[in-house]
């Protein structure tokens, strides 16, 4: 038997599912661009992959159809496939049928800007969002948006809601994304820290200066953290007395979407 060929029979399906992952990484990091897109520079400091490496993924996703590039700006962002490819799946998740109850509810009892964000990844997705009446509405999120899990509350606490081990991985993971949202992380593991010991995220200055946020995390029938409910508002409205008020409200409201997820 030829060892040389079994050898490399063995290996090459461990290569393609690098090959996979990598180019999965990749299109996070453009998804994270939106329509603006995202150089490519910013894609190699952000995966930690060589730039010949992110080159040639980049421009096989544009011949499928999955990236374009900007003829003006040079950027790389998601193609117009990628939503066509989503309407093979056009219901609601479970998740969101459940929490949209508890949104409502919450909106009209606490006045300010709510969202709902899930884990995908690394990474955190904001897949509703609820105006409340407050004149003053913070919207710093819209929905679509996509961020590295630590850099805002929800990220936070879902995070923390994580082994320890597992958090600190994910954390380690997005190291070097961090610096283009002005953290490191050392502070990430300490408001994880923090979150843990308080049962809720919670951010002094959001991603908006004068803001401040506060998340409670939704974890899914086996015990694993998948989605955050968060509220932002000015930092005059959260005060140490309002932000229990508003924390007891979110727990409240997520033990209800965990019941009806896992109902």
């Known amino acids: 038997m030829d060892k040389t060929k079994f050898a490399r029979n063995a290996t090459s399906p461990r290569q393609g599912a ?13 998804a994270a661009g939106r329509e603006a897109g995202v150089p490519l520079a910013e ?14 993924i980049v421009h096989v996703l544009i011949e499928e159809g999955i990236v374009e ?11 117009n496939q990628v939503p066509e490819l989503a309407l093979a799946r056009p219901r609601p998740s479970r998740l969101l049928i459940a929490a949209n ?13 709510l969202f ?20 003053i509405q913070v919207l710093s999120i819209e929905i679509g948006a996509r961020r590295p899990l630590g850099v805002s509350s929800a990220g936070v606490a879902i995070l923390a809601a994580m082994p320890a081990q597992d958090a600190r991985k994910i954390v380690a993971a997005n190291e070097k994304r961090f610096e283009a949202y002005k953290t490191d992380m050392a ?10 010991r308080l049962g809720y995220g919670m951010r002094e200055t ?8 506060i998340s409670t995390w939704i974890k899914t029938p086996d015990g694993q953290p998948a989605a955050a409910m968060t ?14 008020e508003v924390a007891e409200i979110l727990l409240r409201e997520t033990r209800v979407i965990e019941q009806a997820i896992g109902g």
Do not use: M, W
């Open 18 to 30: 690098q090959a996979i992952r990598r180019a999965l990484a990749v299109l996070r990091i453009l």
């Open 43 to 56: 894609v190699v400091q952000a995966t930690g992959l060589t730039r010949p490496t992110v080159h040639r």
């Open 69 to 79: 590039r900007n003829e003006r700006s040079g950027h790389f962002a998601i193609g």
């Open 101 to 113: 109850p508890s949104l409502q509810r919450a909106s009209a009892e606490i006045g300010d800007t």
């Open 116 to 135: 709902l964000t899930v884990r995908t990844g690394n990474d955190t997705l904001c897949v509703d969002r609820r105006i409340g009446i407050y004149p």
């Open 187 to 196: 502070t990430v593991l300490g408001e994880i820290t923090a979150a843990r």
């Open 206 to 213: 959001g991603l908006i200066q004068g803001t401040k946020s």
């Open 231 to 244: 509220v932002s508002a000015v930092r005059t409205r959260l005060g140490p007395r309002r932000e229990q």
